[in-house]
DNA sequence: GCTTAAACCGACCCGCCAGTCGGTCTGCTT
DNA sequence: AAGCAGACCGACTGGCGGGTCGGTTTAAGC
């Protein structure tokens, strides 16, 4: 079994280096070769391990983004807390280089969202299918947050969702470029407005 | 003069006909051949008008993408009413497909703006300036509108511009693909919830 | 009408890059 | 030790697309 490991290794080593390259440069301005040449491996290991180049990215949607995405927003809403401080709090760390998220700014999700739509509809679908657990776990926990009185009663929570997720992704591209450090403050405190107009009104504490 | 009328019509039907075409499939995916094709154009009247592909596309920019934002999004700005609710109509406006808006879903500024990121650093420039623009009209918008009382005099006026900027983006990027009209609807719900957030408390009637 | 320069044509060039294929190396099996 | 399969090599192919260039058409100026 000494084989299926070199396989294991050598196919998690191409897929950890193709999210790297592919997120500093994108996917269609990346080729092969340039991911190849940095881990020193040919052509021929390459297509040994994978069909396409699309097969590969998928592989790399399933086995890295959609474990990322977990960690950072969908995992840290699994408390009985006010959800309301726990999203910004999981919104704030997904947005900080470094620490728990090795890539700068968090996951490029917006990025490849917009370069493969129009481009490549099943790439697309499955970054859509990331999205939309996003969606489906954020509007899960507001809702249990308006029943536990956290959150006002007449607060549509697919609306907020819908918004939430809307103003990350915007984020992400204003960030994108940007070593403006104020943006990300700027954005959390807005968030904080936003969210103090949906909270429920009979604060007590 | 014929001959100059002859050249200005020209390139703004190529013009015209490649936003029209870039939008829907993106920049680096559609081929000069394809929008020659479709005006019944060969490559060297092409070249005799533009120096490249890229100057074509900067040319596009200043000529009608810059217009298209101004009268989409900055000139609504310029009243002396309450800003919010003209904010609020202007992005309800720009995210409306047809109408004044002939392309669907508004500018796609978003998908130039990371499709160009990391590829053409002189085009995303272009791309920033217009954003830049946008923002420096709201940021002085909503300085007046605290002026006159209409908001909050504790709101960070360059963090509430970001903070729309980010959420009208990311909208975009949410639309992208979706015939869900529900969206836009929500969009706008929860930016109304927001701007209450942050509107001066002594509303009188 | 003749000249001249513009607008325009389209075959061609060339670099890039995904994908191929015949071959070599490595280490497990018997 | 032989045989075999899976990991890996790298030169090659073929298509696509931006850009070129010598030539043709059109219309303005005289």
Not at 74 to 87: A, D, G
Not at 105 to 116: A, I, K, W
Not at 178 to 193: D, F, P, R, S, V
């Amino acid at each position: 079994m000494e084989k299926n490991l070199k396989k294991r290794e050598t196919m998690h080593r191409l897929c950890a280096k193709g999210l790297e390259i592919f997120q500093q440069k994108g996917y269609y301005n990346t080729s092969l070769d340039d991911i190849l040449k940095e881990l020193e491996l040919s052509k021929g290991a390459f297509y040994h391990h994978f069909k396409s180049k699309e097969d590969y990215f998928i592989n790399i949607i399933q086995n890295l983004i959609v474990q990322k995405v977990y960690a950072l927003l969908v995992e840290p809403l699994n408390t009985y807390e006010n959800p309301l401080p726990i999203i910004l709090d999981s919104l704030e760390e997904a947005l900080e280089p470094g620490k728990r998220n090795e890539m700068a700014y968090g996951f490029m999700l917006n990025d490849f969202l917009t370069e493969f739509n129009k481009r490549n509809a099943q790439i697309s679908k499955y970054l859509k299918d990331i999205l939309k657990v996003w969606e489906v776990n954020l509007v899960s926990v507001l809702k249990r947050g308006k029943i536990d009185g956290h959150i006002a009663r007449h607060i549509d929570c697919e609306g907020v969702a819908t918004y939430i997720i809307a103003s990350y992704l915007g984020m992400r591209s204003l960030l994108m470029d940007n070593t403006n450090k104020q943006l990300k403050y700027q954005y959390i405190q807005q968030l904080k407005h936003y969210f103090r107009s949906i909270a429920a009104q009979n604060v007590m504490a």
